[in-house]
């Protein structure tokens, strides 16, 4: 059995050691946190490598002040571009714009843009903050032992074991993690009922990223590189059918093409809807059927397929789900493990973020890896997060039907929204979404931009005892 370090010889434990299954967005940001804090950490993920989807992520300001207390803000605005607004069109009337999502605000009202960026670049300047030593790839889990008094156990498909007190599911929607522990509370008849459910998958996309493409045939892109702002447009088609992009630095385009998962009544509706186009076959198959799909700064999406790699298009089922047991014993989970969001809010990746930070926080606390100490750990992360993941949920709900809908209600809420109620919308979302933008608190805290106050955080009481010792021990050098 392979451990951090051997149990230390004494009664009471010292500070927590943990292990984290998936390095995905939440996993990774947790890590560099862990990092940053001194905690001990090991990362394992299946992949032999990490192959993320060839797609576009959008990160909104919530997030920025953390980048910047982690050194990741300059790099992260280097390889991506803000955006001011999503103008959303209408297929059948020839591309007519029928409104936009204004986000041009959320520099005034957080000090930072939202930013689009390419998800292999994200990925890549996350894994450059973690030493190589810490994550190990090709580790698929096979069995988990969930510990209460005597930490938690991983064993892996070469055969190993691996042991710490901690253990953090950030696995994903499937998250094995979760699978495991949700089996165990269910033999133990404690699993809420509405945990035991499935999630739902209203949505099926296939998303791709391209390689640079010729700004003389895009004029679209020389804008966008004269402007420093993404060009983000969304299509609203005819049927069950959405597509959108946004230009990336190195005219590149990241794209998506969706379909809503029809009940019987809209299917009937839309002959062209066939269940089997989005079934079992393979993404180069699904290419073929939508190739002549215009887009509105020229051309098709067979143009965007063309100049995409094939290893950077996917095929990817949109579920959503939120849960209610987020921790166990001492096991926690984090990201899409325990919410998922729909992508269309462009939360997704941001609440797994805030997550982490908020886990993190909890951690740092805990000095002596008591079960009871560690308990109360997840139960405050838990406290501080679910409310505002829940939030983040209802309103991914309600994005979705704006952005994708097509029942007669969902267009209905578009014109009305878009229309008649778009500046009130969309300064009440702000107001509600732009003053949550939490930060490590055993870090130097980054200063409050923008005109809306950031929601208070509870402050780090071990960080400050820290920093009082440090500045008594400087009076006393002098």
């Not at 420093?228 to 190195?250: C, E, K, N």
């Amino acid at each position: 059995m392979e451990m951090f370090q051997e149990p230390p010889m004494m009664e009471e434990p010292g500070a927590p050691t943990v292990i984290i299954v998936g390095a995905g967005l939440a996993g990774l940001t947790l890590a560099i946190l862990l990092e940053k804090a001194d905690i001990e950490y090991l990362v394992f993920e299946k992949a032999s490598e990490v192959k993320p989807l060839g797609s576009t992520i959008a990160l909104g300001p919530n997030v920025m002040p953390l980048f910047t207390q982690l050194g990741l803000f300059d790099d992260f605005v280097a390889i991506s571009r803000p955006v001011n607004h999503i103008t959303i069109h209408k297929e059948k009337e020839d591309m007519r714009p029928i409104g936009k999502i204004d986000i041009e605000e959320h520099i005034e009202k957080s000090g930072y843009s939202s930013r689009v960026c390419s998800r292999p670049k994200l990925y890549d300047l996350l894994l450059s903050k973690i030493p190589p030593s810490k994550i190990h790839f090709g580790k698929r889990v096979l069995s988990i032992v969930h510990g209460d008094d005597h930490g938690a156990l991983i064993r892996t498909a070469d055969g190993k074991s691996y042991e710490a007190d901690i253990l953090v599911g950030a696995d994903g929607a499937y998250s094995a993690v979760r699978q495991s522990l949700y089996e165990q509370l269910k033999k133990d008849k404690i699993l809420p009922r509405s945990d035991q459910a499935r999630m739902e998958v209203n949505h099926m996309t296939l998303v791709g990223l391209t390689g640079p493409m010729d700004p003389e045939k895009y004029p679209a892109l020389k804008e966008a590189e004269r402007t420093s702002f993404s060009r983000a447009d969304w299509v609203i088609g005819h049927g069950p059918y959405t597509w959108r992009y946004f230009t990336l630095p190195d005219n590149c385009i990241g794209w998506g093409f969706g379909t809503q998962i029809l009940n019987e009544e809209l299917s009937k509706e839309n002959d062209t809807f066939r269940a089997t186009e989005w079934g079992p076959e393979s993404a180069h198959v699904l290419c073929k059927e939508i190739r002549d799909y215009k887009i509105p700064i020229g051309g098709t999406i067979g143009d965007l397929i063309d100049n995409t790699p094939k290893d950077y298009i996917s095929k990817v089922m949109l579920e959503e789900k939120l849960f209610e047991t987020w921790y166990h014993g001492r096991t926690v989970l984090i990201g899409d493990a325990c919410h998922k969001i729909m992508p269309y809010v462009g939360q997704g990746a941001v609440n797994a973020m805030e997550d982490a930070v908020i886990l993190a926080n909890a951690l740092y606390e805990v000095t002596s890896a008591t079960s009871k100490n560690i308990k109360s750990a997840f139960k405050e992360y838990r406290q501080l997060r679910y409310p505002h993941a829940a939030e983040q949920f209802q309103k991914s709900k309600l994005f979705t039907m704006l952005m994708v809908g097509q029942t007669w209600y969902e267009d209905l809420l578009r014109k009305v929204v878009l229309g008649h109620a778009s500046d009130f919308f969309q300064r009440r979302n702000y107001a509600k979404t732009l003053n949550y933008r939490p930060q490590a608190t055993f870090l130097p805290l980054v200063p409050d931009r923008g005109t809306i106050p950031i929601l208070p955080q509870k402050p780090s009481v071990r960080y400050a005892a820290e920093q009082a010792a440090l500045a008594k021990q400087g009076a006393e050098s002098l």
